[in-house]
């Protein structure tokens, strides 16, 4: 399976939209996996334009951006990209966060407890395949990625025969919701590339355990060493 999922729908509301508005009866959504693998959804302008820019240029102005080092093999490598992650109880919250919670929850039913956030500065910032750690997510409840600024490729790959790929163009506004079977049976990732990328940020939304170890409000993600 192959998916160029694209579309838009404009939206010029900025407060939370309903269920009706959020597209989740059909109007532009686009069910991608919804079988023994998982569930993955894609609702392209789940965020209006002015609301995606005005949480865009919060974000890049208000976060403390986080750059990384890893090990890879025998030398420690750069992260490429810049990340941080709050839990979403931090009294320090921004409040760009609070807001895309409240919006992400309200349109999968889930009480989100964690943001991890990625920038991407351009298409030489990358996130390698991957799938989270089961550790460090509660089982039967998804992850909602939503995507800010420029359009990113996600490549969604499925671990075992029958192969399945999804080239999947994460737009503007959009958001991304994964199932958590989805992290069994299939590897995300953002691939580097060699056409003209501006920014973009993506905040992904997680519940985690709560016997998970406490850590200062931001955090540098784990995920993902791209
Ligand atoms: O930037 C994205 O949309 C993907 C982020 C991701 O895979 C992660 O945070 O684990």
Known sequence: MRCGCAGSRGNETARPLSL???GFFGDGRQTLVDDETGRIVYIPAFVDPQ????WF??????IAWQSERRRMYDRDVDVPRLVARYRL?????PATLADAAEWASLATDTRFNSVGLNFYRDGRDSVAPHNDHLYEIVAEHPIALISLGATRLMTIRSKNV??????????NGSLLVMSYETQ???DHGVPKTKNPADARISIALRVRPSTAPARSSVLSAVEGSG
């Open 20 to 22: 009706t508005q959020l």
């Open 51 to 54: 609301t995606a820019a005005a």
């Open 57 to 62: 240029d919060a974000l890049r102005e208000s």
């Open 89 to 93: 109880d931090d009294p320090d919250l």
């Open 162 to 171: 029958p192969r399945r790929i999804l080239d999947l163009n994460l737009e």
């Open 184 to 186: 069994l049976h299939y």
